[in-house]
């Protein structure tokens, strides 16, 4: 007798999503039926046979979080998959913790969803009954810092609490000013070492004899200066976790000395014959693409495979669609801020933004100083971000290349180029854009571009959504 199809259960107060995840499903040869919100997916549950169940966070009456350990209780062995449109860090953590087994993104990629569900259901047959691993409850802590609700944003929440679980390395890259500190903090708050130390360390000020010490520590008079023991930056993190910013610049002494550690969790001090161990967990930080660098020699190849294991990309805040606003309300309400006038607002969304997310807060910080009781205008805002404005009235191109290149130069990022010509090119789509009145194709065959290419562009720089926008020639 054939065993009988696996059944999908989708729990959620939108119609339309309801439909498109079973009619999904059930082309990927399951059957699926669906519910309207958690009370009704309880009771379609008791009645047997189901699955998995693709749940959805917001719901009328009891939530998605609220219902999930409910249905784990009372069905021990069931893989329920959470989706979301808008989450947070402490949203995926939360569930994470209460034993989702994986955590989607609206609107769901169907590929994505097609894997998902494969690996649910052999979960949910494979293992019967079985509670699977155990999961941590994180601290009642708020990671407000590390916000954003643009998809990208919302991948990384997931990543997030993904690896917290683990004790193995991340590797965390993204430009400058991302947030990639905020990361391992938020990885480290919510992971069971989070009771244990947090320490980071800025490799790229390790130079020459200070990397063994300052990582591993010393005895007293093993070299010039050294007029007392001190351990070193492994040790103070013993039981909690170690973050190895900017690991890209670690000297090549300094890497075969992190390798080793890594290996088997011992070091020496130096001039110490004393062997000594430190459970610590390591994070790495790297505003560069690591891997290009150890391909190309630049970085041990070793390493890099060591700590790269589990890897975090941020994305630049030019390509977070929708987050300035989200955060320069934050950045104003942490600074206690009266207010921002529309053209003030509308500014700091036309600068591109080099320095990313630590560039918007120095400058809204800044700000809210100059403006006092007053709301933020204009006028307070730094002069690299005003300029684009004054820009459109310079006496010739030469001058605003001036003023936009001295911008870049200023922020110090290492894709100075790449942003300068992004100030560029961004203020033109916008303006093409509005000329062809949204029109995509027309846009595209009028610039004798790919249409392709011209929407990657437009969500780049924010212009438009993650959908595909005006296709029509009308």
């Known amino acids: 007798m054939d065993e009988p199809k696996p059944t999908i259960l989708v729990i959620d107060d939108d119609p339309g999503v309801c439909w498109a995840l079973a009619a999904a499903a059930r082309s990927m040869g399951y059957a699926a039926e669906t519910a309207a919100d958690a009370a009704e997916g309880m009771a379609r549950l008791d009645a047997g046979g189901v699955d998995v169940v693709v749940l959805d966070i917001q719901l009328p009456g009891l939530n998605g979080l609220e219902a999930l350990p409910k249905m784990k209780a009372g069905h021990p062995g069931l893989a329920v998959v959470v989706i979301t449109a808008f989450g947070t860090v402490e949203t995926a953590v939360e569930a994470v913790k209460r034993g989702a087994f994986d955590y989607l993104l609206k609107p769901v990629d169907m590929e994505t969803l097609k894997t998902v569900l494969a690996a649910a259901v052999a979960h949910r047959r494979g293992q019967g009954q079985g509670q699977g691993r155990a999961r941590a409850a994180p601290p009642a802590v708020s990671d407000s810092e590390v916000i954003g609700r643009c998809p990208a944003m919302q991948q990384v929440f997931k990543q997030i609490a993904l690896v917290a679980e683990t004790d193995m390395p991340v590797l965390i890259q993204g430009e400058t000013g991302t947030g990639k500190e905020l990361v391992a903090r938020a990885i480290h708050r919510y992971s069971r070492r989070s009771s244990g130390p947090f320490v980071a360390v800025n490799c790229s000020l390790l130079a020459g004899d200070l990397v063994a010490s300052e990582l591993f520590g010393h005895e007293k008079g093993a070299f010039t200066g050294a007029d007392r023991a001190a351990a070193g930056k492994v040790e103070m993190a013993a039981g909690g976790t170690l973050l190895l910013d900017e690991v890209g610049d670690l000297s090549e002494e300094g890497q075969g000395r992190l390798l080793r550690f890594l290996d088997d969790g011992e070091f020496y001090r130096v001039g110490s014959a004393e062997l000594k161990r430190a459970d610590v967990r390591v994070l790495a930080a790297a505003n560069r693409p690591l891997r290009a660098a150890a391909l190309a020699g630049r970085f041990r190849r070793d390493l890099f495979f060591r700590i790269s294991g589990l890897t975090i990309e941020l994305p630049p805040l030019r390509e977070r669609p929708g987050d300035v606003d989200l955060l320069i309300d934050h950045f104003l309400a942490q600074c206690g801020a009266v207010g921002i006038t529309e053209e003030a607002r509308a500014a700091l969304n036309r600068y591109s933004f080099p320095g990313n997310v630590r560039e918007l807060r120095n400058a809204v910080a800044r700000a809210v100083t100059m403006a006092g009781p007053q709301p933020v205008g204009l006028a307070h805002l730094p002069e690299a971000i005003t300029r684009p404005v004054v820009a459109a009235e310079a006496a010739s ?55 392709t290419t011209l929407r990657k562009k437009l969500r780049a720089y924010g212009l438009i959504e993650g959908g595909a926008g005006v296709e029509s020639e009308a």
């Open 397 to 451: 191109l030469e001058q605003w290349a001036e003023m936009l290149l001295e911008e870049v130069l200023a922020a110090g990022d290492e894709r100075g180029y790449e942003h300068l010509m992004a100030r560029w090119e961004r203020p033109l789509l916008a303006a093409a854009l509005r000329r062809f009145k949204g029109n995509q194709a027309r846009l595209a065959a009028a610039l004798k571009m790919h249409r």
